[in-house]
């Protein structure tokens, strides 16, 4: 099932702050947080576990809360690298000790001088 | 070293050609996959190939036939492709079924 991601647009100023959210209705092993820039591969941000751990990445930290099925992508201090389209991966068991991961819509974020 | 390569970077085809696409990584993962993405959508999951076996076959098309020689090596063969598959095709390798995917550049595929 696909995970929800919201907002599905977001535009920033360089230097100041954005969250990312995204959700699921079922129960989740992990949350992948990837970045896609236009005309370019997705590259892998971070992975968190079931724990609720928060993990952090030079400015771009994230959170999961695995009671509510969701987790939050944190960017801080933005610049305009972080432009781009953000997608959380929810990984669910899929049966037979196989998980499979599925991408939500994706969060394309603007930074702006 | 975290590099996925595919090969060709684009690719045009007609509706009655056969095709290859390729993908090599030699970060020791034994998982590999198959995503196909269109434009402003998320990676939609193709084939996956765990140990070199597959293990999840997405209802893709028959016109879509996926090959894993050895655990470096993924190919997607194409037969008999409509327009509506022109798309970019993602490759990705991953520790095991749970960890990172690391994306190779794709390749872009225009069906005419």
């Known amino acids: 099932q696909q995970p929800v991601q919201s907002p599905q647009a977001v535009i920033l100023r360089e230097g100041e702050d954005a969250v990312i959210n995204c959700s699921s209705s079922k129960a989740l092993y992990s949350v992948h947080w990837y970045r896609q820039k236009h005309g370019e591969a997705p590259v892998f941000l971070m992975i968190?576990?079931?724990?609720?751990e928060q993990k952090g990445h030079e400015k771009i930290s994230a959170s999961f809360n695995e009671k509510k099925q969701q987790s939050s992508l944190y960017l801080t201090a933005s610049q305009l690298s972080y432009s781009g389209t953000y997608f959380c991966?929810?990984?669910?068991?899929?049966?037979?000790?196989?998980?499979?991961?599925?991408f939500g819509k994706g969060t394309k974020l603007s930074v702006i001088p | 070293d975290t590099e996925v390569t595919q090969t060709p970077k684009h690719l045009v085809m007609g509706m009655t050609n056969k095709k290859s696409l390729k993908c090599e990584q030699h970060m020791g993962h034994r998982a590999m996959y198959w995503y196909k993405q269109k434009a402003k959508k998320p990676p939609e999951l193709m084939f996956v190939?765990?140990?070199?076996?597959?293990?999840i076959n997405e209802s893709v098309p028959s016109r879509f036939s996926p090959e894993c020689p050895n655990s470096s090596l993924l190919n997607l063969h194409l037969h008999a492709l409509q327009p509506e598959d022109s798309a970019l095709y993602l490759c990705?390798?991953?520790?095991?079924?749970?960890?990172?995917?690391?994306f190779g550049a794709g390749t872009r595929l225009s069906v005419l």
């Open positions: 190939y765990s140990y070199e076996k597959l293990s």
């Open positions: 991966g929810t990984d669910e068991y899929s049966g037979a000790g196989s998980y499979q991961l599925t």
């Open positions: 990705a390798s991953s520790q095991d079924r749970i960890a990172a995917r690391y």
């Open positions: 968190l576990l079931k724990g609720g």
